[in-house]
Structures are given as structure tokens and as C-alpha cells.
């Protein structure tokens, strides 16, 4: 079983930053993709960024060139860096983890873009 726990959310003004963290724990054997969510009141969750075991990164279009996915193997842990943010990006942040074939799931963390 792996537990998953994402920190770092909060309330930031539009333009600013924020970095998210995520740690996975418990019996891990090997950690492929790991990947950030969101979810808005009232819309679907949807796929952030991605970063595969090899390091190869995708974003959804509206956070490319704000938005910086990272991983530390040693530690088992991912990382979203957002920068210049925007009023739309205000959503419960979530973690995904896929440990060999079965994805975990921590329980989120808010951040609320606002002035």
C-alpha cells in the first residue's frame, strides 16, 4: 500500500507563486508516472502535468510556460512549481502516483488565486 500527501497550497494573489509538494510512502517498489490534477468547483478534474520515470514532461495547455513539473526518485517525491498565477488556476490540486499498475491518490491541497 502507498500513501500519498500533497502540501504547499494556499491563498496567493494573481501573479504570484506557489509550490506544491508531493510525498509518496509506505511499500514502494517502483514509481512510474507521477502526475498533478485539479479540480475547479462545478468542472471536471483534469490532467496538469505529467512526469514519466525518464523525466519526459507534458502540461496542459493553459500552465505551459508557468507551470514546472519535477520529481525526487530518492525521496519519492513530485513537485509542481506555479508561477505568474491567474484567478482560473484556483482548484484542489492532487497527486497521482502510479506505483508498478496501481495509481494512488492523495487527498488534495487548495490553492485559491485571488486579490
Known amino acids: 500500500q502507498v500513501q500519498v500527501v500533497e502540501s504547499g497550497g494556499g491563498l496567493v494573489q494573481p501573479g504570484g507563486s506557489l509550490r506544491l509538494s508531493c510525498a509518496a510512502s509506505?511499500?514502494?517498489?517502483?514509481?512510474?508516472?507521477m502526475n498533478w490534477y485539479r479540480q475547479a468547483p462545478g468542472k471536471q478534474r483534469e490532467l496538469v502535468a505529467i512526469?514519466?520515470?525518464?523525466?519526459?514532461?507534458n502540461y496542459v495547455d493553459s500552465v505551459k510556460g508557468r507551470f514546472t513539473i519535477s520529481r525526487d526518485d530518492a525521496k519519492n517525491m513530485v513537485y509542481l512549481q506555479m508561477n505568474s498565477l491567474k484567478p482560473e488556476d484556483t482548484a484542489v490540486y492532487y497527486c497521482?502516483?502510479?506505483?508498478?499498475?496501481?495509481?494512488?491518490w492523495g487527498q488534495g491541497t487548495q490553492v485559491t488565486v485571488s486579490s
Open positions: 497521482n502516483v502510479k506505483e508498478r499498475w496501481i495509481s494512488y
Open positions: 509506505g511499500t514502494i517498489f517502483k514509481i512510474y508516472d
Open positions: 512526469i514519466t520515470s525518464g523525466g519526459s514532461t
